[in-house]
């Protein structure tokens, strides 16, 4: 979502209502999976979407202006190859429709190769903002999704549980998100769960989205909400709280 500069044009508001999920399922076809979840998702954005995949070498990804349908075919879904991936669905907003703007967006900061999708409005973005430019992050767009995604990699400590402490303290406002790694899964809810995330169980794997109703597109059977203030990760280990917030 667009972060609230001061003086902003009309095309700069934020809005709230973009959809995400996150796929976790060795054996697959996860851009498939990732498809039908966001399509049963369209009506939380038309603007664009986006999916990335892991494979556990290296993330892959397509992005697009327009519906589900439009940005993706069998080819370069077929590219899109792993065990793990999120995908997003963009609010239209007026004047401000472009392809930087959309999700997942990516950082890699500190050698920690991520992609992400948010759904929601940090409200301190432009602070941290600030913050990582003194850092020296660089930034490819006036996004607050990649202020989330700088400050994830940028964050100190050993390991996610550390990050996301860190992280999770930082952010102020109302936010649902999806990340992938290479290998692994991560969802978050701010701490006041106003923004909705819901968890489902899919053969070998977990299903993460915005609704239930992209969960039952997929076959996925609902499992639980991502408690407000929590943070999971889904990996080969399956699923586990890695930050709850007090």
Same mark, same amino acid.
């Given at each position: 979502m667009?972060?609230?500069f ?5 095309g700069?508001i934020?809005?709230?209502k #973009?959809? =995400? ?12 999976? !990732?498809?039908?979840a966001? /399509?049963? *998702?369209?009506?939380?954005g038309q603007e664009s979407a986006?999916i ?8 892959k990804?397509?992005l697009?202006?327009g519906l589900?349908?439009?940005?993706f ?6 590219? &899109?190859?792993?065990?793990?991936s999120?995908?997003?669905?963009? /609010?239209?907003?007026?004047?401000s429709?472009n392809i930087?703007n959309a999700?997942? #967006?990516f950082?890699?900061?500190t050698?920690s190769e991520i992609? *992400?999708?948010h759904n929601?409005?940090?409200?301190n %973005?432009?602070?941290l ?8 992050v660089k930034?490819?767009?006036s %996004?607050d999704?990649?202020?989330i %995604?700088?400050?994830i990699?940028?964050?100190?400590g050993?390991?996610w549980?550390?990050?996301f402490? /860190?992280v999770?303290?930082r952010?102020?406002?109302a936010?649902s998100?999806?990340l992938? !790694? $290479? ?6 809810r701010?701490?006041l769960?106003v923004?909705?995330? #819901?968890?489902?169980t899919i053969d070998?794997?977990?299903?993460? %989205?915005s609704? !239930? #109703?992209? &969960?039952?597109? =997929?076959?996925? $059977?609902y499992?639980r909400?991502?408690e407000?203030g929590e943070? =999971?990760l889904?990996?080969?280990m399956?699923?586990?709280?890695? /930050?709850?917030?007090?």
């Amino acid at each position: 979502m667009q972060i609230g500069f001061s003086g902003k044009k009309d095309g700069d508001i934020p809005h709230d209502k #973009c959809g =995400v999920v996150g796929v976790y399922s060795p054996n697959s076809d996860i851009s498939k999976i !990732t498809f039908l979840a966001l /399509y049963a *998702l369209q009506h939380r954005g038309q603007e664009s979407a986006g999916i990335a995949t892991g494979d556990g070498t290296e993330i892959k990804s397509h992005l697009g202006m327009g519906l589900v349908s439009q940005v993706f075919n069998e080819s370069n879904l077929s590219n &899109l190859d792993g065990h793990v991936s999120i995908g997003h669905t963009r /609010y239209s907003t007026t004047g401000s429709s472009n392809i930087q703007n959309a999700q997942p #967006c990516f950082s890699s900061n500190t050698g920690s190769e991520i992609a *992400l999708a948010h759904n929601g409005n940090v409200i301190n %973005a432009l602070d941290l903002r600030n913050e990582l430019l003194d850092w020296g992050v660089k930034f490819k767009s006036s %996004a607050d999704s990649e202020v989330i %995604a700088h400050l994830i990699t940028s964050a100190p400590g050993e390991n996610w549980h550390d990050r996301f402490s /860190y992280v999770m303290r930082r952010l102020q406002g109302a936010f649902s998100l999806t990340l992938i !790694t $290479k290998d692994s899964l991560i969802a978050a809810r701010d701490n006041l769960g106003v923004r909705p995330l #819901c968890i489902g169980t899919i053969d070998d794997g977990y299903v993460v %989205a915005s609704e !239930t #109703c992209a &969960l039952d597109h =997929v076959g996925a $059977k609902y499992l639980r909400d991502v408690e407000p203030g929590e943070v =999971v990760l889904i990996d080969k280990m399956g699923l586990n709280t890695i /930050y709850q917030q007090p």
